[in-house]
C-alpha cells in the first residue's frame, strides 16, 4: 500500500501551568508532537495510509514513543535510530499561546544530528507516493538543511509528490545563513506549498506589502494571496497548489479565521471562521495541512479541499494537546452551512 510519508523532529511538548502553579502541584503535562507528526496523526484518524520518518535515540523513552505512534494507525517503519535524546519544547497552558514564550530545549537532540549519508532515503520511502516536510527542519542546522535536500531530490527523482509547509520559526534560523539562502532551493522540489504571505515573504522573498494590515479588510489578504501565490508558481514551475491561511486575533481572546487555495489560475476561498474563545492553538496550522493533503489525495474538489482543511484547522483550536481528534464528520458538519468568502 503506497503511503504519505511525514518526516520532521518529533519534540515532547511540556505545558506548566503559569505563575509557578506547575511546582506547587509537581506535574505538567506532555504531549508528543511536532508538526509533521501532527500531520501524520490526522491523516492516520482520517483513515489515509501514512507513515512517519523521525530520528529517536536508542533508549525506552523512545520505544514508549514509537509503540504511542504504532497505536495510532502510523507506520514507524520510517524512524531512524541514533543519537542520545528527544528533543523538547515548554510552552504555559492558557489561550493566550501567541506571546506565552517558547521555551526551546532541542540542542543536541538524535535529529539534529542528522548529516547528508546517514540516512537509506530509499528505504524510507518505500511504498511512498508523498512525501511532507516543513520549514522547521531546514531551520536546525546546515548539516540538516542538506539533509531535507538530500530526501526530496531522492523523492522527486522517485516521482514522489512532496509538500511543504512554510511555517517560519525566526527563533530556530541561529546558525549564520538567511531562511532565504536555504528555503527556495528546497521548493524547488515541491508541488504543494502551504504558508501565508508573511512565511512566503520571510522564507522565499516573495514580496509582501507591508501596508497590507491598514488596509485590513478579507477582501485586500485575499488577492494578496492571490497575488503571493502567482509569485511562487512562477518562480518555482514545479508547484501546482498554494494555499494560504489568515488567523486574526479577536480581543479579548476569540479569533477569526479564513484560507486560500490557487491552482491552475483560480483562487479559491474558504469560510470564514469565528470564535470567541480558544483552548489550543498549537497544531492549528499542523491540522489545515493535513486538512489539505486528505482533499488533494482524495481527488476532491479545489473548493472542498480549502473548505475542509480550514474547518479542521478551526476546530483543532478547541482541543488541547498539539494533534486533533476530530473526524471527518466533525470537519465537514462545520463548514457545510457557511457560505464562502468572496
Not at 106 to 115: D, G, T
Not at 162 to 174: G, M, T
Not at 268 to 278: A, F, G, R
Amino acid at each position: 500500500m503506497t503511503k504519505i510519508c511525514c518526516f520532521g523532529e518529533l519534540l515532547l511538548r511540556f505545558s506548566p501551568i503559569a505563575n509557578g502553579e506547575w511546582i506547587r502541584q509537581t506535574s505538567m503535562p506532555v504531549f508528543v508532537g511536532g508538526a509533521e507528526l501532527n500531520v501524520a496523526t490526522a491523516l492516520a484518524k482520517w483513515d489515509v495510509p501514512v507513515k512517519y520518518s523521525t530520528v529517536l535515540p536508542q533508549n525506552s523513552l523512545a520505544d514508549d514513543i514509537i509503540h504511542h505512534i504504532d497505536a495510532k494507525g502510523i507506520d514507524s517503519s520510517g524512524i531512524v535510530r541514533f543519537g542520545q535524546r528527544v528533543g523538547t519544547y515548554y510552552l504555559p497552558q492558557g489561550t493566550d499561546l501567541k506571546n506565552a514564550g517558547v521555551i526551546y530545549d532541542r540542542a543536541h537532540s538524535a535529529f539534529s544530528e542528522l548529516a547528508p549519508g546517514k540516512v537509506d532515503w530509499n528505504a524510507v520511502l518505500q511504498d511512498t507516493e508523498w512525501l511532507h516536510v516543513s520549514a522547521i527542519s531546514p531551520a536546525l542546522s546546515a548539516e540538516v538543511a542538506e539533509t531535507c535536500r538530500e530526501l526530496m531530490a531522492v523523492a522527486s527523482a522517485k516521482g514522489i509528490t512532496i509538500s511543504i509547509d512554510l511555517n517560519h520559526r525566526a527563533r530556530l534560523w541561529q546558525y549564520g545563513v538567511s531562511p532565504t539562502d536555504i528555503m527556495p532551493g528546497l521548493v524547488d522540489y515541491c508541488d504543494v506549498v502551504m504558508g501565508n504571505i508573511w512565511a512566503a515573504n520571510a522564507l522565499l522573498g516573495i514580496p509582501v506589502d507591508e501596508h497590507i494590515h491598514a488596509k485590513g479588510q478579507p477582501a485586500d489578504y485575499i488577492a494578496h494571496a492571490q497575488a503571493t501565490s502567482e509569485a511562487i508558481q512562477k518562480r518555482f514551475p514545479r508547484v501546482k497548489v498554494v494555499a494560504n491561511t489568515f488567523r486574526f486575533d479577536t480581543p479579548p481572546t476569540g479569533l477569526r479565521y479564513y484560507t486560500t487555495l490557487f491552482t491552475e489560475g483560480q483562487q479559491y476561498v474558504s469560510p470564514e471562521l469565528l470564535t470567541d474563545s480558544v483552548v489550543d492553538r498549537v497544531g492549528s496550522g499542523d491540522c489545515f495541512m493535513a486538512g489539505l493533503i486528505y482533499g488533494l489525495y482524495n481527488r476532491n474538489s479545489p473548493q472542498d479541499v480549502v473548505n475542509f482543511a480550514a474547518a479542521a484547522a478551526f476546530g483543532k483550536l478547541q482541543e488541547l494537546g498539539d494533534a486533533t481528534n476530530q473526524t471527518i464528520s466533525d470537519i465537514t458538519n462545520r463548514y457545510s452551512p457557511i457560505t464562502a468568502l468572496s
